[in-house]
């Protein structure tokens, strides 16, 4: 073979076509650690519980039942709560509200702060110093403070705004990180020579934010939206827990960990009674739990962006 | 010494330049509330005059610029205003003042704080640096695995797995941290041991985490290379050219937790019912007590505030790079 003729790309492209895109994957899975593969299913059942709630569960979210306390049986799986609410069910609803709260929050968060951040990474100007020295401040306040804060200056009437009005809250004071690290690694791509190309072709911001950027700073985004979301995720199990969050008859886990709670203390006489705090409070750490997994293990992935050298 | 001098004032008037923004923000969340908040504060019946006199004692016939010095001008002695609780319709006022409500309540809080990182700091700086010393080692790699678990739970959950073990199983601690007029200090050691516990096992583990990466960073630099090389001991190694510059870091570490520390504190005080600021600050959330909430959020911020500052000057003294200029 004449050295004239032979081209690396070209070779890397034949095997490259030679997979099919769900090959690679393939590939790149069968690699994964054991934990990263816990991580993977547990998110999938979260996922199947969140899309499927009303046809898995077997009662209502909020159906009340004539007996209160009832012991497990075959109808209440878990029995009910103090209400006589059955617990299995609202654990089922629960994953539909508070990951799918949290999961909004998550992604509004990551529209503005990462939209901003963009922006401000292009743009350079006065835009960006102000946006920054604002963040600057927001980032001073402890974030759960700031949202306590928040909740208690806002008032609201409907159980409908009192959910919005958490998600725009989060959301805002999370956007702030979100907003940092964009810009930080946006600011790296945005000298490379072929934004300026886009730039000098007179494309628009948009296509430049969309096209040139965004790609190239995909997976510490990606990276970061789970750690985002696990963070926003307990922030708001607990602002539910301290009765200031989701509020009932809307079953969320945060919630059902404090009213369960109170059985803790009869751990002695009636185990399974004292334990109920424990499912739904666990519910929210193996979600957690399983999120850091692929997180950790996709930092690994896409080079040493932890501590790894 | 003279550039760290001028490093440190430059730190200091910028911490407090965001200590008055911050302020300026916690005053504006007063000023966001609707106009009649005085008649749900004192309820429907109230009479005229009487909400004519709350409003006047708020300031509010005067413009938001004034009432803010006015306030700021409070709260630099001491005067958080009063709470909205206690007052009643008939303009009999029993409110009390927000600096008496908050005053033992933050020194239970600091004593929590306290005895919690008494335990935590020195535990954590162990594990990380032995961690990092033995990197992807057994230890290194079950200690990272048992870290990412712990920083994932919930601190109510960690909190109630403690009251179950510790409290209701074992019996050997109160599940409620009831703090008696006449307690002695082994009395409050007592009831804290179980909050201090959970909040231990929520910093400990990203502490633990941040010395481990700052440390490994270190050993990686040229300099710890060349040393080792010479023949220098693996403990004069650490103490003479890691240290030096690991300060920094640490010093970073240490207060990025005790900071973390002032957000576990909200949750865990109100699992244990502890009368700290934490739970103070929750209760007047609920009931939407804003002078109390203005009160605990500006000490919360300007904690936080004061910790990542005193870890940046640490930083900028003990950086080997300033203290020898050329």
């Known amino acids: 073979m004449s050295t004239e003729n032979y081209s690396a790309a070209g070779e890397v492209s034949q095997v490259r076509t030679r997979r099919t895109w769900l090959h690679r994957m393939w590939i790149g899975l069968r690699k994964a650690p054991l934990t990263a593969w816990f991580g993977m299913i547990i998110i999938l059942g979260y996922l199947i519980c969140m899309l499927f709630a009303p046809w898995i569960a077997p009662h209502g979210e909020a159906q009340v039942f004539a007996i209160p306390y009832a012991e497990w049986s075959e109808t209440h799986r878990l029995g009910t709560d103090q209400l006589g609410r059955d617990i299995f069910s609202r654990l089922i609803f629960g994953a539909r509200n508070t990951v799918g709260i949290a999961l909004l929050t998550t992604l509004l968060s990551f529209f503005i702060g990462g939209g901003l951040g963009l922006i401000a990474a292009i743009n350079r100007s006065w835009l960006d110093q102000i946006i920054s020295r604002v963040v600057d401040v927001l980032l001073a306040i402890p974030s759960l403070i700031f949202a306590l804060m928040l909740l208690a200056a806002v008032e609201t009437t409907t159980p409908t705004w009192s959910i919005i009005k958490l998600i725009i809250i989060i959301a805002v004071l999370d956007s702030t990180r979100v907003f940092r690290l964009t810009r930080a690694v946006a600011l790296n791509v945005v000298v490379m020579d072929y934004v300026e190309a886009a730039r000098l072709r007179g494309e628009k911001l948009g296509w430049i934010m969309r096209r040139e950027i965004l790609p190239n700073i995909m997976p510490p985004l990606v990276a970061e939206f789970g750690l985002r979301f696990s963070f926003v995720f307990l922030t708001i199990a607990a602002l539910s827990f301290l009765g200031l969050g989701i509020q009932p008859p809307t079953a969320d886990w945060g919630t059902m960990v404090r009213e369960l709670s109170t059985f803790v203390n009869y751990l002695n006489f009636d185990l399974r009674l004292g334990l109920l705090a424990f499912i739904p409070g666990g519910a929210i750490a193996l979600l957690t739990v399983a999120v850091n997994f692929v997180v950790d293990w996709f930092l690994h992935q896409t080079s040493g962006l932890r501590d790894e050298h | ?326």
């Open chain 2, 1 to 326: 010494m003279n550039s760290v001098l001028t490093t440190v004032i430059q730190r200091l008037a910028l911490g407090i330049i965001t200590l008055f923004f911050v302020s300026v923000i916690i005053f504006a969340m007063v000023s966001m509330l609707p106009g009649d908040f005085t008649q749900a504060v004192l309820g429907q019946a109230a009479l005229e005059e009487t909400v004519e006199a709350f409003r006047k004692e708020l300031g509010l016939d005067q413009p938001a610029h004034i009432r803010y010095f006015q306030w700021l001008g409070g709260v630099l002695q001491g005067d958080f205003g009063t709470s909205f609780s206690g007052r009643a319709a008939s303009g009999i006022d029993r409110s009390r003042s927000v600096a008496e409500l908050i005053e033992p309540r933050l020194y239970n809080t600091l004593f929590l704080a306290a005895m919690t990182a008494i335990v935590a700091v020195p535990l954590a700086l162990y594990l990380g640096i032995t961690a990092a010393l033995h990197r992807n080692g057994f230890f290194d790699r079950s200690i990272s695995t048992a870290t990412l678990v712990s920083i994932s739970l919930p601190e109510f959950l960690v909190a109630y797995v403690f009251i179950a073990v510790f409290a209701v199983l074992w019996g050997k601690f109160p599940p409620i941290s009831e703090i008696r007029p006449g307690a002695t200090f082994f009395d409050r050691i007592h009831v804290s041991v179980l909050p201090a516990l959970t909040l231990t096992l929520v910093t400990i583990a990203h502490m633990m985490r941040m010395t481990r990466a700052a440390i490994i960073n270190l050993l990686a630099s040229p300099y710890v290379e060349m040393a080792r090389l010479k023949g220098v001991s693996q403990r004069d190694v650490i103490i003479k050219h890691v240290l030096p510059n690991a300060w920094a870091p640490i010093a970073t570490v240490i207060a990025f937790n005790l900071a973390y520390l002032v957000i576990g504190v909200v949750v865990v005080e109100t699992v244990f019912t502890y009368p700290g600021i934490g739970r103070l600050m929750v209760d007047s959330v609920s009931s939407r007590d804003m002078p109390i909430v203005q009160a605990c959020g500006l000490i919360f911020a300007g904690t936080y505030i004061l910790l990542n500052m005193i870890a940046d000057i640490i930083g900028i003294v003990t950086n080997p790079r300033l203290l020898h200029p050329r």
